[in-house]
């Protein structure tokens, strides 16, 4: 049996905030908003606040940042 198969295994709901985040409904792991990988919540580090869109790690926040158009001098599509 793995994490996740155990009864705490099931995804929570977090509010992402400034420099912290608020457990919503209790669980043992989040779903990163680009990869689809399973995050546990003990080990999640990266996220977005605007989007509230949690990230495995920092390369896929920053293209998260990248598909929002989020990044400073990046050109939007015409």
């Not at 155990?6 to 990869?35: H, W």
Request: net charge negative; hydrophobic share 40%.
């Amino acid at each position: 049996m793995n994490r996740f198969e155990s009864s705490g295994g099931r995804e929570a709901k977090i509010r992402y905030l400034d420099g912290d985040f608020q457990i919503v409904l209790p669980g043992s792991f989040v779903t990163c908003a680009m990869t689809g990988a399973a995050i546990p919540v003990d080990e999640l580090r990266y996220w977005s606040v605007a989007r509230q869109e949690p990230y495995i790690d920092a390369q896929a926040a920053f293209d998260a940042e990248k598909r929002a158009g989020a990044l400073p001098n990046q050109k939007t599509p015409a």
